[in-house]
């Protein structure tokens, strides 16, 4: 599979898991996907960058709620210029993403991100996306490196998943690169609907790798094989060379860090 201009298409996750949103009213917005970094609401410099992007083509963005929409005139205007639409969010994230790609045809490759990716740029989309396709795996996840990040950004507080390797941050990047892939968004819905099942999830992620995780003893790869055996589609992971791809706005004290970023980049 190569990758060719325009071969992407991407689905951006925009609604609030919770409401009230802390961002949205630390920063007097209807929704957290609206509120500005460097003077921009974050969902608007989402789209923007997937625009630049020479790998990304048409783009489906799930959420905000309808009237948020029609009440955002940057939002109604990326809308009116093409190739982007919209579809209304569901009750999680993992059923808006399931839902999202069914709109997509199964032989696309689908970029999958967020719209709170607040530092998310043309550079890291295109080198994510390229990378993902040099595993030859079906489902792939961005991660970056937690020392990286660390030097990066000192005190940043960042959740690291904590390899025997070394350990990596989610980048909020994801691609579902074949039409088998799609099994993959199944099961992350099948996985949220058992997080409150301890013993369903560790059934299906299976005991034994499980422990081996808890106990400091897993290496990457070894993680990957044995999901890729269990779930029956290849999963791999992209090490993104970029530390800001890790910068996401969870909290009011993420969205402060990532407009202190924007200004400095700005400047």
């Given at each position: 599979?190569?990758?060719?201009?325009?071969?992407?298409s991407?689905?951006?996750?925009?609604a609030?898991?919770?409401v009230?949103?802390?961002?949205?009213?630390?920063?007097?917005?209807?929704?957290?996907?609206?509120?500005?970094?460097g003077?921009?609401?974050?969902?608007?410099?989402?789209?923007?960058?997937?625009?630049?992007?020479q790998?990304?083509?048409a783009?489906?963005?799930?959420?905000?709620?309808?009237e948020?929409?029609?009440?955002?005139?940057?939002?109604?205007?990326?809308?009116?210029?093409?190739?982007?639409?919209w579809?209304?969010?569901?009750?999680?994230?993992s059923?808006?993403?399931?839902?999202?790609?069914?709109?997509?045809?199964?032989?696309?490759?689908?970029?999958?991100?967020?719209?709170?990716?607040a530092?998310?740029?043309?550079v890291?989309?295109?080198?994510?996306?390229?990378?993902?396709?040099?595993?030859?795996?079906?489902?792939?996840?961005?991660?970056?490196?937690?020392?990286?990040?660390?030097?990066?950004?000192?005190?940043?507080r960042?959740?690291?998943?904590?390899?025997?390797?070394?350990?990596?941050?989610?980048?909020?990047?994801y691609?579902?690169?074949?039409?088998?892939?799609r099994?993959a968004?199944d099961?992350?819905?099948q996985?949220?609907?058992?997080?409150?099942?301890p013993?369903?999830?560790?059934?299906?992620?299976?005991?034994?790798?499980?422990?081996?995780?808890?106990?400091?003893?897993?290496?990457?790869?070894?993680?990957?094989?044995?999901?890729?055996?269990?779930?029956?589609?290849?999963?791999?992971?992209?090490?993104?060379?970029?530390?800001?791809?890790?910068?996401?706005?969870?909290?009011?004290s993420?969205?402060?860090?990532?407009?202190?970023l924007?200004?400095?980049?700005k400047?």
């Amino acid at each position: 599979m190569k990758g060719l201009p325009g071969s992407f298409s991407a689905v951006v996750l925009a609604a609030d898991r919770t409401v009230p949103d802390p961002v949205a009213q630390a920063a007097g917005v209807s929704c957290k996907a609206l509120a500005p970094v460097g003077g921009t609401p974050m969902v608007i410099r989402v789209l923007q960058t997937l625009a630049a992007s020479q790998l990304v083509g048409a783009s489906v963005l799930c959420g905000p709620g309808r009237e948020i929409v029609a009440a955002e005139p940057l939002l109604q205007a990326r809308l009116a210029a093409g190739g982007l639409r919209w579809l209304a969010p569901l009750g999680t994230p993992s059923t808006s993403a399931y839902a999202a790609l069914q709109t997509v045809a199964a032989a696309t490759p689908v970029l999958l991100t967020t719209a709170d990716h607040a530092l998310l740029s043309p550079v890291i989309v295109d080198h994510f996306c390229r990378a993902a396709l040099e595993t030859g795996c079906d489902v792939v996840a961005g991660f970056a490196s937690h020392a990286a990040i660390m030097a990066a950004y000192p005190g940043m507080r960042r959740t690291a998943t904590r390899f025997k390797d070394g350990p990596l941050c989610g980048c909020n990047l994801y691609a579902f690169l074949t039409p088998r892939s799609r099994m993959a968004a199944d099961l992350w819905r099948q996985v949220e609907a058992d997080r409150k099942s301890p013993w369903k999830m560790l059934h299906r992620l299976g005991a034994g790798v499980v422990l081996r995780y808890l106990l400091g003893r897993l290496t990457l790869s070894e993680g990957l094989r044995h999901i890729s055996r269990r779930m029956g589609f290849r999963v791999g992971v992209v090490i993104l060379p970029f530390p800001e791809a890790a910068v996401d706005v969870d909290t009011v004290s993420d969205w402060r860090f990532a407009q202190s970023l924007a200004a400095k980049h700005k400047g």
